[in-house]
């Protein structure tokens, strides 16, 4: 498996995603992916939203859960109150209780400050640690090294969202990744996809925050769906709120 690209360029993409960002006009906005076979084609769903990735429920509710803490001004500022928060509104959301399983694991704390501390040397960790075979394992690493290097050259959120949604295509049909494998990737995809909308599109009200992305968010959302979706949810949202503070 080949190793996520050096540190410098991780802290680049830190430094790309703070500088700030380019607003959607529109959260209807249709788009146009290119499709494996290189035709493009219309999205019928709105963005971000891709019915294509059956995972896509993951980061539809991952979207819910971060308006809803926003709304609710919650004002944590440790990383286990963030836990207690996210966990709270999660039991009490219908689309969340629609993913999670019976054997749902709660969000380690220590496991987010780990990653909130490490974010240069947790991506391969948490890979190489996976359950995905080595060509999920290396697909997976070349996509997140592709989609840092895009972002920092691309300002606009179509791109960006069409990027990902080529990806997704193109791990549907790839007979060469086992079914975890899609599993995993997609349920990643799924979350960066709609983490990666929210940060860019234009604020609607005075609850939304100024978001950035890091790249916890999407490690936490590959460790978290090791266990089921419902944990890539709530450890990348976690992950994320306390990375943004």
Request: charge should be negative; include cysteine; aromatic fraction near 10%.
């Amino acid at each position: 498996m080949k190793n996520i690209h050096s540190c410098t360029l991780i802290i680049a993409f830190f430094i790309t995603m703070s500088i700030g960002f380019v607003s959607c006009n529109s959260d209807n906005e249709p788009a146009t992916f290119e499709s494996p076979n290189g035709s493009s084609a219309k999205v019928v769903a709105s963005l971000p939203e891709n019915d294509s990735n059956p995972y896509d429920e993951v980061g539809r509710t991952y979207d819910e859960l971060f308006d809803a803490y926003f709304v609710n001004g919650y004002a944590d500022t440790t990383v286990s109150q963030i836990v207690n928060s996210v966990e709270t509104l999660a039991t009490a959301n219908s689309r969340f209780n629609s993913i999670k399983t019976q054997n749902y694991h709660n969000v380690s704390s220590t496991r987010v400050q780990y990653l909130v501390d490490h974010p240069t040397t947790s991506v391969n960790d948490v890979i190489t640690a996976s359950s995905m075979s080595a060509s999920g394992k290396s697909n997976l690493s070349n996509f997140i090294n592709s989609y840092i290097d895009f972002f920092n050259i691309e300002n606009d959120c179509t791109s960006i969202y069409n990027k990902i949604v080529a990806y997704e295509n193109e791990v549907l049909v790839n007979a060469a990744l086992t079914a975890n494998d899609k599993r995993i990737i997609l349920t990643t995809t799924s979350v960066t996809r709609y983490l990666t909308y929210r940060a860019r599109k234009k604020p609607k009200k005075n609850t939304d925050p100024d978001w950035h992305i890091f790249i916890g968010n999407i490690v936490a959302s590959i460790e978290g769906a090791e266990h089921g979706s419902a944990e890539a949810v709530t450890m990348s949202l976690v992950t994320g709120i306390a990375q943004n503070q």
